[in-house]
């Protein structure tokens, strides 16, 4: 895992943010060009400790899609395409093309999977009636008989990141802060371990260093085309 995300780092970077949608909002039986355009925002959640907020751009990102089904896009022989999306021809340019959109300029690598996550039991069945045993939505004015809460989802579609994006920049730059709001001299076991007042000071710079790094104006000088010579 530390390798995977020292391929997503550079311009003095060094951590990336875990996100996940868990499961992914489809309806059985869409596309992936019809599920994909029909979320304006990517729809996943921060698992990284943290604010939770709205991420319009980031830096570099690894995207994982699977689970969801491969059928054709919703379209008419001789009708123009809906959207850029369903001129893909294959669903990883499908992925590849909406987080683009999503994230002009950054650097995104994608994988779509067919296999879904498996989440029979013992796996916590914490989802919503309104999922279908293979973890896809249903409108809930069908009145599916296998809605309930005795009815085990065996399955999920799931999208998955990891991202390099100035969401770490609060991140980091607020454990700073309570770092530095915290009286280590009174922590006599901390020092006692083997550790230097002056090399505490040293790692809280180095740690303010780094939460500049994902500040979305970093780099305005050349530097974030810059590789981490690290």
């Not at 999503?102 to 916590?124: E, I, K, N």
Request: glycine residues 6%; aromatic residues 8%.
């Amino acid at each position: 895992m530390g390798h995977f995300a020292d391929s997503l780092t550079f311009s003095g970077r060094k951590v990336v943010a875990a996100w996940a949608s868990l499961p992914f909002p489809a309806f059985c039986g869409s596309s992936l060009p019809d599920t994909l355009s029909a979320h304006q925002d990517v729809p996943w959640k921060l698992l990284s400790s943290g604010r939770e907020q709205k991420v319009s751009c980031c830096f570099a990102q690894s995207v994982v899609l699977r689970g969801i089904c491969k059928e054709r896009p919703s379209s008419s022989p001789g009708q123009k395409p809906p959207t850029p999306l369903h001129t893909c021809e294959t669903p990883q340019q499908v992925l590849q093309q909406y987080l683009h959109t999503q994230f002009p300029g950054a650097f995104s690598t994608a994988h779509v999977l067919q296999q879904p996550c498996d989440t029979r039991p013992p796996f916590p069945q914490f989802f919503s009636p309104l999922l279908t045993k293979q973890g896809f939505l249903q409108d809930k004015a069908l009145g599916h008989s296998s809605a309930g809460p005795n009815r085990a989802v065996e399955s999920i579609p799931v999208l998955a990141a990891l991202q390099a994006s100035p969401v770490l920049h609060t991140l980091l730059s607020g454990l700073c802060q309570d770092l530095q709001a915290r009286n280590v001299r009174r922590c006599s076991s901390f020092f006692t371990a083997g550790v230097e007042q002056d090399d505490f000071q040293e790692a809280l710079e180095e740690l303010k260093t780094l939460s500049q790094c994902y500040e979305t104006g970093f780099g305005a000088d050349g530097s974030e085309d810059e590789a981490d010579s690290d």
